[in-house]
Every structure is written in C-alpha cells, then in structure tokens.
Nanobody, 124 residues
C-alpha cells in the first residue's frame, strides 16, 4: 500500500509563508499527477492545486491563485506547495494526493493515493 508523507505544516501569521512537502516512497513518482487538497473544520475537503507529471502544467483553486505555487522534483519523489500571503481562512489540514491521470483533477475521487495530512494554522 502506497502512503504519501506530508511535512512542513505548522503555525504562521497572516501574511506569512509556509512550504509543504510531500514525498512518495515506493511510487514511480513521475508516472503520477499530484494534487494538494485541504479540509477545514466542519467543511468538505477541497482542491487547492495540482501539477502534471512533468511539472510543466499546474492548476489552482481560485481562492489560492497568485498566492500558492506547486512544484515537483521527480528525482526526489517530492512535490511542494509554497504558500505565501497566508490568510486565516487558509487554516486547514492539507493533504497531498497522487493520480494516475495525465493531468491533475479537481475531485478527490480522481486520486489514487493519499497522505495523512499536515495541519496549517494561520493566526490573524
């Protein structure tokens, strides 16, 4: 069973930055599109952004576009989520996910493997 591993979560002030990482041991990483999702208390899990297998194509949710950047290093089996200009409403558990699809989808049903999640808390 493939298990993705997120790291880098924590506490940040509004306007600050955090960088999340996700590694995928045991996965042929370059065969997968990768996505980031988040779930705030009392809310459904939502798509944050995704990146295709090569890293040349990305997509973002409207709420984070221009503030968050996804990148990947296939040699390190790692995908990153750089989060800048953080807002209190970005507070959530963040999950990375891997998809066998060519391009990253926006629905969590389009992803095959998931991490356990990492908490991000943004204070005002």
């Amino acid at each position: 069973q493939v298990q993705l591993e997120e790291s880098g979560g924590g506490l940040a002030q509004a306007g600050g930055s955090l960088r999340l990482s996700c590694t995928a041991p045991g996965l042929i990483f370059s065969n997968y599109a990768m996505g980031w999702f988040r779930q705030a208390p009392g809310k459904e899990r939502e798509f944050v952004g995704g990146i295709n297998w090569s890293g040349r194509s990305t997509r973002y949710a409207y709420s984070v576009k221009g503030r968050f950047t996804i990148s990947r290093d296939n040699a390190k089996n790692t995908v990153y989520l750089q989060m800048n200009s953080l807002k209190p409403e970005d507070t959530a558990v963040y999950y990375c996910a891997a998809s066998r699809r060519v391009a990253p989808g926006v629905r969590d049903t389009e992803y095959d493997y998931w991490g356990q999640g990492t908490q991000v808390t943004v204070s005002s």
